[in-house]
């Protein structure tokens, strides 16, 4: 049996410190990755980005930039595939339902991203373990986007899972564009 005397306590020096972001409007998308109406439930790991998020939706959708959801596919065609109600998802926003951690895979988000000449994703949403640590992850080095996590907007149930998912995205190797960390509220548009 392994003693825990020999185990390093987690490294919180190691956590990405959040910077301030300024973004231009017209090639900046949000991705609002499985915030869905599971979130409305307390015990959900993303009920606590319902204001946050919300919050840097409003402000994203006053300076015109594009806004798109994903929920998980089994949740298609349920109550639960609806995006979680406080967030006011507009008619024109789009939702999609990839299969996947990687919402960006099956082509159908990066077609969207595409046609609009987004060069920069700000992602949020839960977990930040599956579809933040991926989708990121892709968007970065397979996309060449300029990708901004805002740590007070994404979320995971299991502490270790969140705090080792940013440290992965703080350490990619061969990201053609370095990953920036922010807070919702430290995000610009111009």
Do not use: W
């Amino acid at each position: 049996m392994a003693s825990e005397q020999g185990m390093a306590a987690p490294a919180q020096q190691n956590r990405p410190s959040a910077t301030p972001v300024t973004l231009p409007s017209d090639s900046t998308a949000v991705l609002v990755l499985d915030i869905g109406m599971r979130a409305l439930d307390s015990e959900e790991a993303a009920n606590g980005l319902l204001e946050p998020v919300s919050d840097l939706l409003g402000r994203a959708r006053a300076k015109g930039v594009y806004v798109a959801y994903t929920i998980m596919v089994q949740d298609e065609g349920t109550p639960m595939g609806a995006v979680a109600t406080p967030l006011t998802r507009r008619e024109e926003e789009p939702v999609l339902y990839p299969l996947g951690y990687d919402k960006l895979r099956n082509g159908e988000l990066a077609k969207l991203l595409e046609a609009r000449g987004i060069e920069h994703v700000i992602a949020v949403g839960a977990s930040t373990h599956l579809c933040v640590l991926y989708t990121c992850t892709a968007a970065a080095r397979n996309h060449g986007y300029h990708v901004v996590v805002p740590l007070d907007g994404v979320a995971a149930k299991n502490p270790y899972e969140h705090e080792y998912s940013l440290h992965q995205l703080t350490v990619l190797p061969a990201l053609p564009i370095p990953i920036d960390f922010t807070e919702t509220a430290l995000i610009e548009f111009q």
